[in-house]
Structures are given as C-alpha cells and as structure tokens.
C-alpha cells in the first residue's frame, strides 16, 4: 500500500501561481511512476503530469504545457506541481497518484482544491 498526502490547493487570481505537494509513504512509495490528475466541476478526471523518482520522463497535458512543471524530491518523498499563469479553466481538485499507468493509477490522494477566479 501506499499513501498519499495532498497540500497547497486554494483560491487564486487567473495569472497567479500555486504549488502542491504530495507526500508518499507506504512500500515501494519511492520506485513508482508518480503524477497529479484533476477533476474540473462537471468533467471527468484528467491526466495533468507525470514523472518517475528519478525526475526523469516527465509528461504533462497540452493545456498546462510551459505553465506547469511537476518535480520530486526523493529524500523527503514528495512530489510537486508548481502551477503558474494559472487560468479559470484550471480550476478543479487536484489528486496525487502513485503507479501512474496508461488507464489511470493504483494509488490515489484525497484530493486538493484549487480555484481560479477572474
């Protein structure tokens, strides 16, 4: 098993900047595939970025490509999603995800709210 701990969500002006945090503990918290996915109101969850413990083979969707950059830091087993020029239509709660695969994740965080206003 592996948990995951969410941080960093909240209300933000379009143009301003929010970084999340994941803390992973667990077994094998440190050998998996990691990522961030959302849920926008109304839509269903969405792959936003991905990257392995290494730092290495990070991915990201079109829509947050050169504003968003996900990072970890394998000592602390944290992973990140530093989000800039953020828009409204980034708005939607954000989950941290272990084992990252093509269809999804094995491993899911609560969740974090970040909203975007105009």
């Known amino acids: 098993q592996v948990q995951l701990v969410e941080s960093g969500g909240g209300l933000v002006q379009a143009g301003g900047s929010l970084r999340l945090s994941c803390v992973a503990s667990?077994?094998?918290?440190?050998?998996?595939?990691m990522g961030w996915f959302r849920r926008a109101p109304g839509k269903d969850r969405e792959f936003v970025a991905s990257?392995?413990?290494?730092?290495?083979?990070?991915r990201y969707t079109d829509p947050v490509k050169g504003r968003f950059t996900i990072s970890v830091d394998t000592p602390k087993n944290t992973v990140y999603l530093q989000m800039n020029s953020l828009k409204p239509e980034d708005t939607a709660v954000y989950f941290c995800?272990?084992?990252?695969?093509?269809?999804?994740?094995?491993?899911w965080g609560q969740g974090t709210q970040v909203t975007v206003s105009t």
């Open positions: 995800a272990a084992r990252v695969g093509t269809s999804g994740a094995a491993y």
């Open positions: 667990g077994r094998s918290a440190n050998s998996d595939p």
């Open positions: 990257v392995w413990w290494n730092g290495v083979g990070t």
